[in-house]
């Protein structure tokens, strides 16, 4: 449920918007769907959001980040997509697996309904049985929610055979209950370099391909480097049957935290509230419009460095696969005023040339965020041994603070042969071996949705750091891992210098690891970049970027 309350008024039905893509992916759906559920929450309204993937995987878990982007994790554990942490983000709000659904796992319940004879003998079609299948889940998220005003946004874009299923079941919702459902396009105007014109055509493609699937826009969200003038607005408005009001324009900005300001000079939670008929109530944005202001007044500069594996696609860098980590250094920076420069660093550029981790003296900060296998590992530990030894501060994410643990080890508590099981299972001395019950899961070959997930509880020992930034004697954190600190060897460990900062009271299992005598040392086993928000900073990232500045 939301943080931010609603001033509840008489109920109306449950209102639906769908926000569909055009002409090409990655332009901002997410964004899109993100900054209107919080103007439209900042009118009064309960807002939740639901994602559609149209993939045949039954959750995110078993994607490549690097195809993918970022794994994100429910407080529930459903791994899902990183969309789903914007959702979260901005709306201040808990979503629930209720809220995510790929092509298989909508397949997935409806066989599993036919197994159990709940079709009644029925043949069991694609259609009507799976947009039903769609179409349930998207009002179990309206009811689980509360939601006055449900955001749905599909993913991939118009035309594609993929998302098909999910289009008609936005249709058919629209036919039961044509006042309460609406559609935004969310498509792409091209200034290609030649031409150095502004081109609508491809989003008049994208609003006819709509059409042919039965679902006419309402309003056209676009996107492109620079503001639309008025001659396509006309243009589009006249092409897609939209009114020019309708037509968005949407230039790049420098923060995606602007989008939700910007939609409201366009005066787009008025236009949507008086399309689906409910009264809009006085506009409080005060808390959003405070961050952004810090934003705007960031004046001072902090030097990042993430060392990761997936960020190379071809010849261009992507960082989505780090996105949750990104944006929880931006929430805790801009709380300070701080703007935060962020570097890629491929782990393996120091397994080359080990000399080269000198380099990392130029960092105000490193993190060394979540990650699965070998690729990259060796690099890893020389950095983390650089910086433990040269003082540098660092945060490390779950697989960041197992090999803190194993680098620490090594190096400190001179257990030599210290290693995590995940590189090397035969390691005489498993500093990081693996939780129990999960080998039986590899070696069966279960590993969609079978890792440690979600939120549990952890306890803080007093008088530490991690204690002082929290301020608190336990905590709930998200998690994702097969493995764990061996508690064999936690006396040992701890006897050479490491505190044990953090445990889970119920398993005993080791949850974060602090080094005194450093600026800024903690690791964690759990991934708290999940639950840092733009007006809420996670306090372990706001201690990391304070040690980053005084350095
Ligand atoms: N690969 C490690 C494990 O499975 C760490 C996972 C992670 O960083 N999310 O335990």
Redesign the pocket.
């Known amino acids: 449920m939301s943080n931010r309350k609603s001033s509840k008024a008489k109920k109306s039905n449950p209102k639906y918007i769908f926000v569909v893509g055009g002409v090409m992916s990655g332009v901002g759906k997410g964004i899109t769907t993100s900054s209107m559920g919080l103007i439209l929450q900042s009118r009064g309204f309960n807002v939740t959001a639901v994602k559609i993937d149209p993939y045949v995987n039954v959750d995110a878990g078993t994607m490549n980040p690097l195809e993918h982007g970022e794994t994100f994790v429910l407080a529930d554990g459903l791994e899902c997509d990183q969309d789903m942490g914007n959702y979260e983000r901005f709306l201040d709000t808990q979503l629930t697996r209720t809220n995510y659904m790929t092509t298989g796992s909508i397949y997935l319940s409806v066989i599993e309904q036919e197994r159990a004879l709940k079709f009644g003998g029925k043949c069991v079609s694609v259609v009507p049985h799976i947009p039903n299948e769609v179409i349930q889940r998207i009002k179990r998220a309206q009811q689980e929610q509360d939601a006055d005003i449900t955001i749905v946004e599909i993913g991939g874009t118009a035309g594609e055979y993929e998302n098909l299923l999910f289009l008609d079941a936005a249709r058919l919702l629209k036919l039961e209950n044509p006042q309460d459902v609406l559609f935004v396009l969310v498509s792409y105007l091209p200034i290609p370099n030649k031409i150095g014109e502004m081109k609508t055509k491809p989003t008049q493609h994208a609003s006819r391909l709509l059409n042919s699937a039965g679902i006419q826009a309402d309003m056209i969200i676009a996107r492109s480097t620079h503001a639309l003038d008025e001659i396509r607005k006309q243009k589009l408005s006249v092409m897609c049957n939209v009114s020019v009001d309708d037509v968005i324009s949407a230039p790049d900005v420098d923060s995606i935290y602007h989008v939700p300001i910007n939609f409201e000079d366009d005066n787009v939670s008025t236009k949507i509230l008086k399309k689906l008929d409910l009264r809009p109530r006085k506009r409080d944005l005060k808390e959003w419009t405070s961050f952004t202001q810090k934003i705007d007044a960031a004046n001072k500069e902090v030097k990042i460095g993430i060392v990761g594996k997936y960020f190379s696609s071809g010849n261009f860098v992507l960082s989505d696969a780090y996105i949750s980590v990104i944006e929880a250094i931006k929430h805790a920076s801009y709380f300070y005023r701080i703007k935060p420069v962020i570097d890629w660093i491929d782990s393996a550029d120091f397994e080359n040339d080990p000399k080269k981790v000198s380099t990392l003296k130029q960092y105000d900060g490193i993190i060394i965020p979540?990650?699965?296998g070998e690729r990259g590992v060796e690099g890893k530990l020389k950095v983390i041994q650089y910086i433990r030894e040269n003082k540098i501060p660092y945060l490390g994410?779950?697989?960041g603070m197992?090999l803190a643990v194993v680098e620490f080890a090594r190096n400190v508590a001179k257990i030599k042969n210290a290693h995590t099981a995940?590189i090397d299972p035969k390691t005489s001395d498993p500093v990081i071996h693996i939780m129990p019950g999960q080998d039986t899961n590899i070696e069966q070959g279960s590993m969609g949705a079978t890792?440690r997930l979600g939120e549990y509880v952890c306890d803080i020992t007093p008088k530490t750091l991690t204690r002082k930034l929290y301020n608190s004697a336990q905590v709930q954190e998200r998690h994702?891992?097969?493995?764990?600190v061996n508690n064999t060897y936690r006396e040992e460990l701890e006897k050479a210098g490491l505190t044990i900062a953090g445990v889970n009271p119920d398993n005993d299992l080791v949850e974060i690891i602090e080094i005194p005598k450093h600026p800024f040392f903690i690791g964690t086993q759990f991934?708290p970049e999940l639950l840092s928000h733009p007006t809420n900073p996670h306090p372990l990232f706001k201690g990391f970027i304070k040690a980053c500045h005084k350095k």
């Open positions: 979540g990650g699965f994410l779950c697989y197992q995940e890792m994702r891992h097969r493995y764990e991934h």
